[in-house]
């Protein structure tokens, strides 16, 4: 199974001409049935959109099996689906909207587990304090992320785990460079105020 990269500036898919083309040819084979093409154009973006994810879940696990379930599902609907835009981009709104369902149900399984739960879960004895730290700051960065507004929280998540520069981001979303420039300084505003209790200095 596939782990996330962080800060892999290398792994980051070049919308460039050429991928254009590349792009096309990959999904014209992919059409005609080519289990090949559908490989090279996986791993070609697989690493780009687990990041993308996984900023948008919080949750390795929970962002594998979105990738995971869009490419499958991209691989039995071959036949049907077309592509008019850039590869990159039908697969980044795929994993958007498929990451928002997911979280959905999540928010529903949890409240559900809230009611049915008898007792608090037994710590494990291996738990450390430094361990507990750590567990309640990447719960609180997850959560400080989920409740941007979503077009922030989008535009933050391409920046910061789709290692996305703002021009790449405007093109991709098809809003102003200054939209991106806007709602990213508003996002790492609202995640500093957010984990201020985290900061060193409380801010």
Known sequence: ???VPHNRHNDRPAA???????DRRWLDAIAAGNDVAFEAAFLHYHSWLLRVAYGLLGSEHDAQEVVQDVMLSFWT???VIQVRGSLMSYLYVAVKKRAISFSRKRRVAERFSLLVATRPATPSLESTDALAATSELTVAIAQAVGRLPLKR??????HRFGLM???EIATLLNVSIRT????LHRAY????RSLAPWMPDGR
């Open 153 to 158: 929280r989008e535009i933050f998540v391409l």
């Open 1 to 3: 199974m596939y782990s």
């Open 189 to 192: 505003n609202g995640l500093r």
């Open 180 to 183: 991106v420039d806007t709602q």
């Open 77 to 79: 609907r071959r036949h």
């Open 165 to 167: 520069g703002n021009t």
């Open 16 to 22: 460039t001409y050429d991928q254009a083309i590349q």
